[in-house]
T-cell receptor, first 114, second 116 residues
């Protein structure tokens, strides 16, 4: 496989469930990101990992918990979510964290919280 | 702070029409500018970029010129195709003082629909 792969593509969960989103990149990149995409809103940066170290936590509620066990894998652990957390969650990677290093995105996980 | 403002859609065009999607920005430093495209059911893909004033980014018939004097980075294509139907995002990356990439600011996106 090449590029950035996210699983699952779709997820429906109740507010009391615990689930995890997975992202894997096969590009040899050193930085990985979680974004939230909601209708009619700009993309919201949630977390950034550079060389497996979290370098950005953009005021995200604690019910979202990221994990980066190595430079190729990124997880987003979810628990006790709210209906307003329903969105498309996008994972991205980049070669490094320089300003002109473009992001490579996965196809996203469409999350519905019931 | 940094911000990106792009024209609101949706934009609906006929095949072979000329496309312009306006994008203006505010930034504290000397940003790099990007256009990303999101096709239905997919994540975002980099379409083109420009890293300094007067640079022109181009790809797949699309182009955009980094205009520092007007703080703009408008996307243009001379003849659109049905396959260009997608959401287009303008974005900037301001290195600030640390040279970091992750301060990437996106616009809200513009939906383009091209009819046969």
């Amino acid at each position: 496989e090449t590029g950035v792969t996210q699983t699952p593509r779709h997820l429906v969960m109740g507010m009391t469930n615990k689930k995890s989103l997975k992202c894997e990149q096969h590009l040899g990149h050193n930085a990985m990101y979680w974004y939230k995409q909601s209708a009619k809103k700009p993309l919201e940066l949630m977390f950034v990992y550079s060389l497996e170290e979290r370098v950005e936590n953009n005021s995200v509620p604690s019910r979202f918990s990221p994990e980066c066990p190595n430079s190729s894998h990124l997880f987003l652990h979810l628990h006790t979510l709210q209906p307003e957390d329903s969105a498309l969650y996008l994972c991205a990677s980049s070669q490094d964290n320089r300003a002109n290093s473009p992001l490579h995105f996965g196809n996203g996980t469409r999350l519905t919280v019931t | 702070g940094n911000s990106v403002t792009q024209m609101e859609g949706p934009v609906t065009l006929s095949e072979e029409a000329f496309l312009t999607i306006n994008c203006t920005y505010t930034a504290t430093g000397y940003p790099s500018l990007f256009w990303y495209v999101q096709y239905p059911g997919e994540g975002l893909q980099l379409l083109l970029k420009a890293t300094k004033a007067d640079d022109k980014g181009s790809n797949k018939g699309f182009e955009a010129t980094y205009r520092k004097e007007t703080t703009s980075f408008h996307l243009e294509k001379g003849s659109v195709q049905v396959s260009d139907s997608a959401v287009y995002f303008c974005a900037l990356s301001d290195p600030g003082s640390g040279g970091s990439n992750y301060k990437l600011t996106f616009g809200k996106g513009t939906l383009l629909t091209v009819n046969p």
